[in-house]
């Protein structure tokens, strides 16, 4: 039996060294090296190929190496009878956690606007806002989004939530279901996505949505690229519905070079860096995956496919 490591243009050799150091009796393989496929039980997978999953008779689970498993719900090379699980540590969740804190000190200190003025030579004061008029809405409370909300809870900010099911986290007003959408909208300033992404979710973040913040609005998505509709973005900032986004993730990746963002100095990129999966911590977590699936038992962070998530 063997553990298949999966991608496109990712160098899985820290990932397979961190495994065996945890495990020397693994026999891990990386794709597209595989000896013999009626060997692979278990795969660990981000942005693999289409269809490779479909190449292993006797797979008998899947696990993504990040928080996101829509790369794996759309392979329809996946029977839908084998399980999915997420990878999700302690260090991910501090990480974006992080992330999303800096983004919003960044908002309100106009740190962007003096980065510019540095490289014009330009000396503006500008005033900070205050946390009291930066109410923060995040979309998804999972272990992500509530992570990020107790940090800024702590951190002395307004924070309130919305998602598929009412959450109960100290400091955070929850609010659940489509019902509670436009209230949860017409009370937050900077809005945060950590949704996962299904078909209920995709080109969530549209014009439409952003009429309903407060304005103006700032958006930082983290959550995935297909969330937002790109042009609707560009309008909501040229009408003055949004005064900027700080974006980690993008429907193609990296971005293109001609992309429109690049113009956008109201817009911060960064390389889908928010929380990236340290080896030893996601080997601990892939190896008790592993032999939970070779025992049949239920794994850690496992996707209900009909939520997506």
Not at 89 to 101: C, K, P, R
Not at 130 to 150: C, N, Q, R
Not at 251 to 280: D, G, V, Y
Request: proline content about 5%; overall charge negative; glycine content about 6%.
């Amino acid at each position: 039996m063997s553990l298949l490591l999966i991608a496109k243009n990712r160098d899985f050799d820290s990932l397979k060294k961190a495994l065996l150091e945890k495990d020397s009796n693994l026999d891990v393989e990386i794709w597209p090296r595989v000896e013999n496929k009626e060997r692979v039980t278990f795969a660990v997978c981000w942005n693999h190929p289409e269809k490779v999953l479909g190449n292993y008779p006797n797979l008998r689970a899947v696990s993504s190496l990040g928080a996101g498993v829509n790369h794996l719900l759309d392979d329809e090379s996946l029977p839908e009878d084998i399980p999915i699980c997420r990878l999700v540590t302690d260090s991910l969740q501090e990480q974006m956690a992080e992330y999303v804190l800096n983004a919003i000190v960044n908002y309100r200190l106009h740190i962007g606007d003096y980065f510019t003025n540095k490289q014009k030579g330009v000396w503006e004061q500008k005033n900070t806002v205050p946390k009291k008029h930066a109410p923060v809405g995040i979309m998804g409370l999972g272990e992500m989004g509530s992570s990020v909300a107790t940090l800024l809870v702590q951190q002395g900010y307004t924070v309130s939530g919305w998602s598929r099911s009412k959450k109960d986290i100290d400091g955070v007003t929850s609010f659940a279901g489509p019902d509670k959408l436009d209230k949860f909208l017409y009370e937050t300033k900077i809005l945060v996505n950590l949704l996962p992404l299904t078909e209920e979710t995709e080109g969530f973040l549209d014009l439409d949505l952003f009429k309903k913040l407060k304005k103006p609005g700032y958006l930082i998505n983290v959550g995935r690229g297909d969330h937002l509709v790109e042009e609707d973005l560009i309008y909501a900032l040229d009408m003055g519905y949004l005064e900027g986004a700080c974006l980690d993730v993008f429907e193609e990746e990296p971005l293109p070079k001609n992309h429109s963002f690049w113009n956008r100095k109201q817009i911060m990129i960064t390389p889908h860096i928010a929380a990236i999966t340290p080896a030893k911590e996601a080997a601990e977590v892939i190896i008790e995956n592993y032999k939970r699936a070779m025992s049949g038992m239920a794994l850690l962070f496992e996707v209900d496919r009909e939520k997506g998530y």
